[in-house]
């Protein structure tokens, strides 16, 4: 069994401030993490992945996450936000082996204000 | 490429009626999934289908069911619907890294 933990329901910012949304998993078995945003109105999107190797993975819009197996982490950050980032943000884990369940978070809904 | 499709959009039922929501993949994954989505509560898996031919339940089967007719489509079905069940449905498929495409949603109100 997996279950994931997001640690804050909401998390407003100003424009251009840092931001860190945390999400902690647990797990019997290896792992596959996942961030996915939801804008309003539509569908899940993936935003960045960990499968293997670096612990620090990237998004094309600036977001990074790391993970972190001691800690079981897998905390998302952006050093400058702006206003489209607002979003709903969630986590999700699976296991490694293909057609594993994919269980997700409660969300995190960012909001960034000017 | 249309990636996966959801129908319908909306939809209003009567508490009692029934309704079958059609989900399609284009993309040759074998696992396919069916969540809702509440306020507050995230995504929380209805049923699941690792591959063709199976299907297992989630976090909140009760009221539902589903059929995998093919590698193409899953679809999810309320025999009898109930207030409870007002939510957005999502269904997902899967590559083999996990990594889920959704459609669109269904916002399906039960009154």
């Known amino acids: 069994a997996q279950s994931v933990t997001q640690l804050d329901s909401q998390v407003p910012v100003f424009e251009e401030a840092p931001v860190e949304l945390r999400c902690n998993y647990s797990s019997s078995v290896s792992v596959y993490l996942f961030w996915y945003v939801q804008y309003p109105n539509q569908g899940l999107q993936l935003l960045l992945k960990?499968?293997?190797?670096?612990?620090l993975v990237e998004s094309i819009n600036g977001f990074e996450a790391e993970f972190n197996k001691s800690q079981t982490s897998f905390h998302l950050r952006k050093p400058s936000v702006h206003i489209s980032d607002t979003a709903e943000y969630f986590c999700?884990?699976?296991?490694?082996?293909?057609?594993?369940?994919?269980?997700f978070g409660e969300g995190t809904q960012l909001t960034v204000n000017p | 490429n249309a990636g996966v499709t959801q129908t319908p959009k909306f939809q209003v039922l009567k508490t009692g009626q029934s309704m079958t929501l059609q989900c399609a993949q284009d993309?040759?994954?074998?696992?396919m999934y069916w969540y809702r989505q509440d306020p507050g509560m995230g995504l929380r898996l209805i049923y699941y289908?690792?591959?063709?031919?199976?299907?297992d339940k989630g976090e909140v089967p009760n009221g539902y069911n589903v059929s995998r007719l093919n590698k193409r489509e899953f679809s999810l079905r309320l025999e009898s619907a109930a207030p409870s069940q007002t939510s957005v449905y999502f269904c997902?498929?899967?590559?083999?890294?996990?990594?889920?495409?959704f459609g669109q949603g269904t916002r399906l109100t039960v009154v």
């Open positions: 960990y499968l293997s190797g670096s612990t």
């Open positions: 997902a498929s899967t590559r083999w890294s996990n990594e889920a495409f």
């Open positions: 993309m040759n994954h074998n696992s």
């Open positions: 289908s690792a591959s063709e031919g199976t299907t």
């Open positions: 999700a884990v699976s296991g490694e082996t293909s057609g594993s369940r994919l269980t």
